[in-house]
T-cell receptor, first 115, second 111 residues
Framework: AQSVAQPEDQVNVAEGNPLTVKCTYSVSGNPYLFWYVQYPNRGLQFLLKYITGDNLVKGSYGFEAEFNKSQTSFHLKKPSALVSDSALYFCAVRVAIPGYSTLTFGKGTMLLVSP | DAGVIQSPRHEVTEMGQEVTLRCKPISGHDYLFWYRQTMMRGLELLIYFNNNVPIDDSGMPEDRFSAKMPNASFSTLKIQPSEPRDSAVYFC?????????FGPGTRLTVL
């Protein structure tokens, strides 16, 4: 079985400060890892993914995430937060196998960026 | 590309009525997923298709739920009869290989 843990229900950060949204995962085998963002009354929007290669992946809107295999983590980061980054963020994992495997999502972390 | 298209965006119905949600995936994507999102249970995978064939429907909560994909550009999720506990946001997503792309969702309210 695979699982994702997002230990913080909410993260508060001031505009201009760096932000981190935490994610740890459990999977039998190598993982494919993803971050999605959901704005109010909208669908989930893909931000970035780790498939293989460089542990630091860069995505949309200045976000990046670092894959750490030993700590089974994939934390989302941004050097300077914007008020417009306020949204619900989901981490997701699936096992890397030939063909397709289903995606398991975390419960989400609400990011609130204050002016 | 217009992205994943879902209709209707909002649906309000009464208990016992049939509800049909519709989805048009991104052209060229051969995987299609139906999810349900609630505050209590988060995001749940209901069913997914590959090349129009249902692969895993273990997430479908009851026999009242059914899904079809008659061709590569259209899928439906049907609830019959609907119950108040079915109230949720239903998302359709499509994928070609790695990431999934989500539609805007259908907010279903069953009174």
């Amino acid at each position: 079985a695979q699982s994702v843990a997002q230990p913080e229900d909410q993260v508060n950060v001031a505009e201009g400060n760096p932000l981190t949204v935490k994610c740890t995962y459990s999977v039998s085998g190598n993982p494919y890892l993803f971050w999605y963002v959901q704005y109010p009354n909208r669908g989930l929007q893909f931000l970035l993914k780790y498939i293989t290669g460089d542990n630091l992946v860069k995505g949309s809107y200045g976000f990046e995430a670092e894959f750490n295999k030993s700590q089974t983590s994939f934390h989302l980061k941004k050097p300077s937060a914007l008020v417009s980054d306020s949204a619900l963020y989901f981490c997701a994992v699936r096992v890397a196998i030939p063909g397709y495997s289903t995606l398991t999502f975390g419960k989400g972390t609400m990011l609130l960026v204050s002016p | 590309d217009a992205g994943v298209i879902q209709s209707p965006r909002h649906e309000v119905t009464e208990m016992g009525q049939e509800v049909t949600l519709r989805c048009k995936p991104i052209s060229g994507h051969d995987y299609l997923f139906w999810y349900r999102q609630t505050m209590m249970r988060g995001l749940e995978l209901l069913i997914y298709f590959n090349n129009n064939v249902p692969i895993d429907d273990s997430g479908m909560p009851e026999d009242r739920f059914s899904a079809k994909m008659p061709n590569a550009s259209f899928s439906t999720l049907k609830i019959q009869p609907s119950e108040p506990r079915d109230s949720a946001v239903y998302f359709c997503a499509s994928s070609k290989r790695y990431e999934q792309f989500f539609g805007p969702g259908t907010r279903l309210t069953v009174l």
